[in-house]
Structures are given as C-alpha cells and as structure tokens.
C-alpha cells in the first residue's frame, strides 16, 4: 500500500523561503516527484529525486532521504507567481511503474 | 505545438448518460494515463496504457472503458454517468524507457454530471 502526507495548506510572504514536506510509505519505491499545479490548470513538472540528497533547480530545490520516507520541497525568492498547489508523487514498482500522489499543499503567496 | 490535448475541456450532462474524452500527445511517448482530480484535488490514477496495450487498471467501476487506438491516443469511455463521476479528469504520456519517465499532464478535462 501507500500513503503520503503533505500539509493541506502553507501561507508565506514574497521573497521569503518556504519549505513543503512530504513524507511516505510505500512498496517498490523508485523515485520521487514535485509537480506545481496553478488553479483550473494541468499538473506541471518541477523536480525529481531517486537518489538521497538535494536537487537544485533555479529557485527550487527538493531533497530526498529514503530511509526517512521524507522529501521536501524549497522555494526561494517567492513570487506571487508561486502561489498554487505543489503535489508530492512517489513512484512504485518495477517494469511499469505508477505514480501515486499526496493529496497536495496549497501554498499563498501574499505581498 | 500542443504537447498533450483533451477534449473536450467541458463537459456538463445529465445523470445516465454516456460520454467520452479524447486524449492526444505529439511527445512521441509511448505511454498514456488517464488521472482523476476529484473536488479536493486529490489526484488518483485510474489506467495506464503502453503500446496500445493495458498496463494499469486500478480499481475503477466497469462504468469507465478506456480505449487506445494507436500510441499517440487514449481515449475514455463513461456510461451510465453518476453524480460522483463529477471531478477533473487528466490525461498524461511518457516514455516508458527514458530515465526518470516524467508525465506530463494535458488540460483537463472538466466533468460536471447533473
């Protein structure tokens, strides 16, 4: 089975540093997904991680420890921009794989 | 140059009845999904197809036939639409052999059943 936990919901000011986690259960890990997803719109892709240790992207960065169950996900220089929903997705099994994704957290950016 | 397209991008009908929603990618993947973004967001897988051939079929009502002519389209079937059936359905591609295989969603499709 799975089960992955995000917080519902984040508020953080423009040009502070916010840091989303998620943490996880799951069979036949085989890597770990952020996507971003703007209100009314699709699922966008922003990082991944199968190996421990942290991925740096622009100003996201996502960290991953497998013995934890745990990633998290920086944003730095928040923009106004950032404000949507960041979904954390484990992949599982072998040959073909699925994602499973947290429920998701909803971050507002305020000025 | 749209990557992964749905139509259609609304859909309001009434309890009972059959609809379907098209999915396209131009990604050259050859394999699609089709998600469920119920009214907390939650996103849930619901079939997988690789090749043309089905890979995952979770638990969903035999309401929902999936069908896939050919790589580049997979297509959704609903009959007998219920009230529940209400949500945002996602059609997403990859490519099964390449690296970490990163989806990548098309629009949505936004199902509003009465």
């Known amino acids: 089975g799975q089960n992955i936990d995000q917080p519902t919901e984040m508020t953080a000011t423009e040009g502070a540093i916010v840091q989303i986690n998620c943490t996880y259960q799951t069979s036949g890990f085989n890597g770990l997904f952020w996507y971003q997803q703007h209100a009314g719109e699709a699922p966008t892709f922003l990082s991944y991680?199968?190996?421990?240790g942290l991925e740096e992207k622009g100003r996201f960065s996502s960290f991953l420890s497998r013995s934890k169950g745990y990633s998290y996900l920086l944003l730095k220089e928040l923009q106004m921009k950032d404000s949507a929903s960041y979904l954390c997705?484990?992949?599982?099994?072998?040959?073909?794989?699925?994602?499973?994704f947290g429920t998701g957290t909803r971050l507002l950016v305020s000025p | 140059d749209t990557a992964v397209s749905q139509t259609p991008k609304y859909l309001v009908t009434q309890m009972g009845n059959d609809k379907s929603i098209k999915c396209e990618q131009n990604?050259?993947?050859?394999?699609m999904y089709w998600y469920k973004q119920d009214s907390k967001k939650f996103l849930k897988i619901m079939f997988s197809y690789n090749n043309k051939e089905l890979i995952i079929n979770e638990t969903v009502p035999n309401r929902f036939s999936p069908k896939s002519p050919d790589k580049a389209h997979l297509n959704l079937h609903i009959n007998s639409l219920e009230l529940g059936d209400s949500a945002v359905y996602f059609c997403a591609s990859s490519q099964a052999s390449r690296g970490k295989q990163t989806q990548y969603f098309g629009p949505g499709t936004r199902l509003l059943v009465l």
């Open positions: 991680n199968v190996l421990d």
């Open positions: 997705a484990v992949r599982e099994g072998t040959g073909f794989q699925k994602l499973v």
């Open positions: 990604l050259g993947h050859d394999t």
